[in-house]
């Protein structure tokens, strides 16, 4: 039997990760007066909390780490 319910564990952890990443997207943008950062810290920090599949979790937080570093390189 498993008390954590199949991939909770999974979730997270990446929660954790995320949340952290996203704490720090927001404080950069804070201190640098960027939209851009402060926008996908605050999506980094609250999607944890609607997604419930961790491979789904996995891919939306690989995404958002991505645009919010790389994003005005590819011009988004």
């Known amino acids: 039997m498993n008390l954590l319910g199949g991939n909770s564990l999974g979730l997270l952890g990446v929660g954790l990760v995320t949340g952290v990443i996203g704490f720090g997207g927001f404080r950069y943008g804070k201190s640098n ?35 919010m570093l790389f994003g005005e390189r590819i011009g988004l």
């Open 33 to 67: 007066d960027s939209t851009r950062h402060i926008v996908y810290g605050i999506l980094l920090m609250a999607y944890p909390y609607v997604v419930y599949q961790l491979s789904y979790s996995i891919g939306i937080g690989v995404a958002l780490t991505v645009l």
